[in-house]
């Protein structure tokens, strides 16, 4: 828009203000502060979010979007930053958070994991199309969960009448099986095991039975114990499509493949010990 290229009327500029020779005096604000810096003349939108970030990294959240603006004397207001962009003179600028926060899988790490299993029964085995592609993917969750050191949460729906967990599933090492009614994992005895377990911050959620996962995802990511959801292995292949936009929070929630999530809890420790 012809607003967001107007340029800012002419300040002194220079070395002013104490600034080094061949810089320009910069007033970068985020948030309510506002610090004085200087900037090499002719810096451009990437020399000034290194900045931002090195005034500000410890206070920037990196999983959201940002816009940098500048101020304009002739509006009275700030503008978006003009394309093309570059520090002239003297200046006012600012990082401004957008309020969608982006999707990512980045803080998904073993030690602040729990994997919940949900009501993998023998008596769906007959009921449920794709029963034996779901047990196959649960097993893989469950053997990476068991090199990973990641605790897993299993219930199993009135197993009286349904059945136990099917035996291709091995249950070794596992936190807690649970036999319930309620159409929910979100069980007080789950809630206790769940404070047992130091940092947890994310859960990996597969099983059977989409409309108790579903009523887990409702539950949990209204939960302040938790920043991210993710869902696996419902027996429906479009549910992935109907769960993604039901998490209402500023919680994070992902529909994502069992090979997705296993390469990520195995790559990010690297990565952040790199």
């Known amino acids: 828009m012809a607003a967001a290229e107007t340029a800012v009327p002419a300040l002194p500029s ?14 970068f604000c985020f948030s309510v502060f506002a610090r004085p810096s200087a900037v090499p003349h002719g810096a451009g939108y990437e020399l000034l979010i290194q900045k931002f970030l090195s005034l500000y990294g410890d206070q920037i959240d990196m999983h959201r979007k940002f816009v940098v603006q500048l101020f304009a004397e002739e509006w009275g207001q700030y503008v978006d930053l003009p394309k093309g962009f570059t520090v002239s003179e003297r200046c006012k600028v600012r990082l401004v958070p957008l309020q969608i926060q982006l999707t990512t899988l980045g803080n998904l ?15 769906f085995r007959p009921a ?15 053997q990476g969960a068991r090199i990973l050191g990641i605790p ?13 967990t099917v035996q291709e599933i091995d249950l070794t090492g596992v936190k807690l099986v649970l036999p319930k009614t309620k159409f929910s994992m979100v069980l007080p005895e789950v809630e206790a095991a769940l404070a047992e377990i ?34 696996d292995n419902s027996p429906q292949p479009s549910c992935h499509m109907k769960i993604r936009p039901m998490c209402a929070s500023n919680r994070q929630l992902w529909s994502s493949l069992a090979e997705v999530l296993r390469f990520i809890l195995l790559l990010m420790p690297r990565r952040r010990e790199a």
């Not at 790490?109 to 008596?123: A, G, I, K, L, N």
């Not at 911050?201 to 409309?211: A, K």
């Open 14 to 27: 220079g070395g002013g203000l104490g600034a080094p020779s061949g810089t320009v005096p910069v007033l």
């Open 109 to 123: 790490t073993p030690s602040s994991t729990v994997f919940f299993c949900c009501d993998m029964q023998e008596r």
């Open 128 to 142: 449920i199309k794709y029963f034996g592609d779901i047990i196959s993917v649960g097993q893989r969750l469950l």
């Open 152 to 164: 897993v949460i299993v219930t199993e729906q009135y197993p009286k009448g349904l059945g136990s």
């Open 198 to 231: 130091p940092g947890v911050r994310s859960v990996v959620l597969f099983g059977v039975e989409t409309s108790c996962l579903i009523k887990i995802i409702f539950e949990q990511s209204s939960s302040a114990n938790f920043n991210e959801l993710s869902v």
